[in-house]
Each structure stands twice: as structure tokens, then as C-alpha cells.
């Protein structure tokens, strides 16, 4: 019954490694995002997608990589870790392309770059 | 540009008492407005939002909001605030013009004692 599902929940990893988070939803939505929430609750875009098409790219170090392989799919990778990628990383949907639709939130995960 | 602000880092109320978030934002055109609120190792969750009309909009579990123009307000209030209240709460803006990307306030803690 997961609206939006993401793994995994929690990842630890050293410096200048390379990982994935994968993201889930089965609301038959069209657009997905990813956040990023620091350390202080400050919540920010990072990418979205509508469609499988890459929408909007905020400043974003070219480590993240988003790929969707279809509509209910956005994973994200981070090449080359850094301290400061740690963080909670939040995936979200919302139906159609407009801008005011609700947004579904994932349950997070957390990194931790040591 | 969009932004929006959260002046208060935390509320504290008791059960009972009327509450009050406060939000204010500067967009260069039509807003659409949105609060969402995050409990303790959760994802956000949609409670509500501003398009238009009806200045006064309700959402989830009891709460509203008021959009003022004239002082670019978008305040969430409840009439009798419960403990199960207490979370996080963002103020969300997404500029009428087209940017699908919400940009969230920094988040204000509400805390509701018994």
C-alpha cells in the first residue's frame, strides 16, 4: 500500500564512493521529484522529472545523476561522495504536469558520508 | 524570484489553545501556497493549499489557512490545538507562472504542551 517507497532507509558510506537510491511509486503519477533536507530541516529541490523527461535541474553538483527508466521510477546517483552530501534525501510524486497539484513525500534516506 | 519566509523557529502552545504558524512570501506574480507538515523520521505530508478564490482554505486535521494578499500572508491556524499536533510545519510557494518546484520555508516547530 506504499504510495512512495524508497531505499533504502538509512545509508552509510565512506568518502568518494559511489552510491544509488532507488525510488518507488505506484500512484499512477507523472511527475516525481528529489529533495534534499540538510541538517537544519532546510528543504530543497534537486531534480524532477514529468514523464521520464528531466524538467527542472536545480544547481546541482554533476555527481547527482537522476534516472528514470519509466513514469514510476526516479533513482538517483551520487558519484564520488563528499561530507556535505550527507543529508536526508526525499523522493515525491504529484499527478499530471501542473504546478499547484499535491505532492506525495517519501519516507527519506538518510546518508551519511564519513 | 520566489521565496518564502517562516519567522518562527518554533511555536509553543498548550492543548486546547488556538495556534498560529506564521508564513510570508515574495513572488513576482500569482502565488500558489502550500503547507505540509513532517513528523519525527517522516516524509512530508500534504495539508493544504492556496490556488484561488476563497481566501480562507481548509485542510487536514482541522487546519486552515489565510491567504491576505495585501500583506502577503499565508498564516495556518487551528481553533484548539492537540499534542498529536506537534511537528514540523513548512510553508511552501510555487509561483503561478510556471516553475514546477515548490520552495520551502525553513520550517517551523510546533510544540503543544498538555
Known amino acids: 500500500d506504499t504510495a512512495v517507497s524508497q531505499t533504502p532507509k538509512y545509508l552509510v558510506t565512506q568518502m568518494g564512493n559511489d552510491k544509488s537510491i532507488k525510488c518507488e511509486q505506484n500512484?499512477?503519477?507523472?511527475?516525481m521529484y528529489w529533495y534534499k533536507q540538510d541538517s537544519k530541516k532546510f528543504l530543497k529541490i534537486m531534480f524532477s522529472?514529468?514523464?521520464?523527461?528531466?524538467?527542472i535541474n536545480e544547481t546541482v553538483p554533476n555527481r547527482f545523476s537522476p534516472k528514470s527508466p519509466d513514469k514510476a521510477h526516479l533513482n538517483l546517483h551520487i558519484n564520488s561522495l563528499e561530507l556535505g552530501d550527507s543529508a536526508v534525501y526525499f523522493c515525491?510524486?504529484?499527478?499530471?504536469?501542473?504546478?499547484?497539484?499535491?505532492?506525495?513525500f517519501g519516507p527519506g534516506t538518510r546518508l551519511t558520508v564519513l | 524570484a520566489q521565496s518564502v519566509a517562516q519567522p518562527e523557529d518554533q511555536v509553543n502552545v498548550a492543548e486546547g489553545n488556538p495556534l498560529t504558524v506564521k508564513c510570508t512570501y515574495s513572488?513576482?506574480?500569482?502565488?500558489?501556497l502550500f503547507w505540509y507538515v513532517q513528523y519525527p523520521n517522516r516524509g512530508l505530508q500534504f495539508l493544504l493549499k492556496?490556488?484561488?478564490?476563497?481566501?480562507l482554505v481548509k485542510g487536514s486535521y482541522g487546519f486552515e489557512a489565510e491567504f491576505n494578499k495585501s500583506q502577503t500572508s499565508f498564516h495556518l491556524k487551528k481553533p484548539s490545538a492537540l499534542v498529536s499536533d506537534s511537528a514540523l510545519y513548512f510553508c511552501?510557494?510555487?509561483?503561478?507562472?510556471?516553475?514546477?518546484?515548490?520552495?520551502f520555508g525553513s520550517g517551523t516547530r510546533l510544540q503543544v504542551q498538555p
Open positions: 522529472y514529468n514523464n521520464k523527461e528531466l524538467i
Open positions: 515525491a510524486s504529484s499527478q499530471g504536469s501542473e504546478p499547484y497539484n499535491e505532492q506525495f
Open positions: 500512484l499512477g503519477h507523472d511527475t
Open positions: 511552501a510557494v510555487i509561483y503561478g507562472g510556471g516553475r514546477r518546484a515548490l520552495t
Open positions: 513572488v513576482s506574480g500569482n502565488p500558489y
Open positions: 492556496y490556488i484561488t478564490g476563497d481566501n
